[in-house]
Each structure stands twice: as structure tokens, then as C-alpha cells.
């Protein structure tokens, strides 16, 4: 049965649809956004707009400038994508050595279930739903830790990370990759599915 993610609310719905344009680069780093002109396409007041607005702001895709309103945030500049993804593999393998040994078999139920998605959506070509799959799965591992502050920690870091998600000119190569991370901790081989996460996240 394919997964259908719920949201609560109608800001959340649409800040899910920006997010989604903005790591495919539909919306291109530094394009404005208008209140008016997503009110109309999202058949919405400017409220919930507004409230998608600050969703995606807080996690570093938008930014607000005095006199510019608002536009989808610039990449992460060379010298500094480094950093990013050595501070998201810090907090991932730091999760993932935390709660090896209390991972349960309804995890990996669940984190299997985000794989044959996954999997499909790369057979199938479909690039945004691969994102969507990919976040969830690293999503999980993180929120499986009894510290919540992680996650609020990790998801501006991994969303700028993943901005214009194109390191793969083979989608199943990113199934793949997931594949041997669920692999080795199926295995119970810890310091594999260490280095396969480590791996994953350039």
C-alpha cells in the first residue's frame, strides 16, 4: 500500500509543496515569492500563505529582506557545503550509534516500508517523490532518539544539504545506498551501517 502523508493543516500542505519545488529547483535559488500569486494558485487566503511562509524560513528555504520580501534562500556556497554535511553526519551518526542497540523490529518495519518506496519512486523516475522518501528515512532514524531537540537541530542542516537534489544520475543508486545503511543494521553490524550512512550524506 503506498504511504500518504497526512498533514495537519492547510499551511503545512502548502509549505510541503514550496519545500518539495525548492529541493527539485523548480524554484530557483533567489526567486521571489508572492503572497498574492500562491493565494491564487493554492486557492487560499494570504494567511496560510503567510504562515507556509514562516514554516520554510525557519527552516532556512526562504528568506526574508527588508524592501525584497520573500525568496527561496541562495545554495550553500562550496566553501561552506562542507561544513553542512559534516555538521548533518555528525548528528546522524550520533543518533544512529545512540539507539542501535534499542532499534526495534517495528523500526525497521517502518523504515522498510520507506525503502519500497523509495524504491519505487526511483524505478518509476520520479524524482519528488525519491526526495520526499529520502527525508523520511533519515527523518526516522532521528526522531527515533528520545531527544526531540536533534531533530529541530538536523532539519534546517539535511533541507539546505538537499537544496536542488541532483548528486544522482541513476536514482536507484540512492536506493541503493539506503539499502546497504538498513542492511548492515538488520546485521546488527554497527560499524557498517555507520559508514554506509556516512556515505550517504555528501
Not at 82 to 108: G, H, Q, Y
Request: proline share 4%.
Amino acid at each position: 500500500m503506498s504511504h500518504i502523508t497526512i498533514y495537519r493543516s492547510i499551511p503545512e500542505q502548502i509549505a510541503a509543496r514550496l519545500q518539495q519545488d525548492i529541493l527539485l529547483g523548480i524554484l530557483q535559488p533567489g526567486q521571489p515569492l508572492r503572497e498574492q500569486d500562491l493565494s491564487s494558485e493554492f486557492g487560499v487566503s494570504r494567511g496560510p500563505i503567510r504562515e507556509a511562509f514562516r514554516q520554510l524560513t525557519e527552516q532556512g528555504l526562504l528568506t526574508l529582506e527588508p524592501n525584497k520580501g520573500v525568496r527561496v534562500a541562495q545554495l550553500p556556497s562550496p566553501k561552506v557545503r562542507p561544513l553542512i554535511a559534516e555538521l548533518r553526519r555528525k548528528i546522524e551518526l550520533f543518533v544512529l550509534e545512540n539507539i542501535f542497540e534499542r532499534i526495534t523490529e517495528a523500526d525497521l518495519a517502518a523504515w522498510e516500508e520507506i525503502l519500497e518506496e523509495m524504491r519505487r519512486a526511483c524505478e518509476r523516475n520520479d524524482l519528488r517523490s525519491l526526495v520526499e522518501q529520502d527525508l523520511r528515512f533519515h527523518r526516522a532514524i532521528i526522531q527515533s532518539h528520545d531527544d526531540e531537540g536533534l531533530l529541530i537541530l538536523w532539519q534546517p542542516i539535511a533541507l539546505r544539504m538537499l537544496m536542488q537534489y541532483n548528486r544522482f544520475t541513476d536514482l536507484m543508486d540512492s536506493y541503493h545506498e539506503h539499502r546497504r545503511i538498513l542492511d548492515a543494521i538488520r546485521a546488527h553490524d554497527k560499524a557498517a551501517a555507520l559508514q554506509a550512512l556516512q556515505e550517504n550524506i555528501q
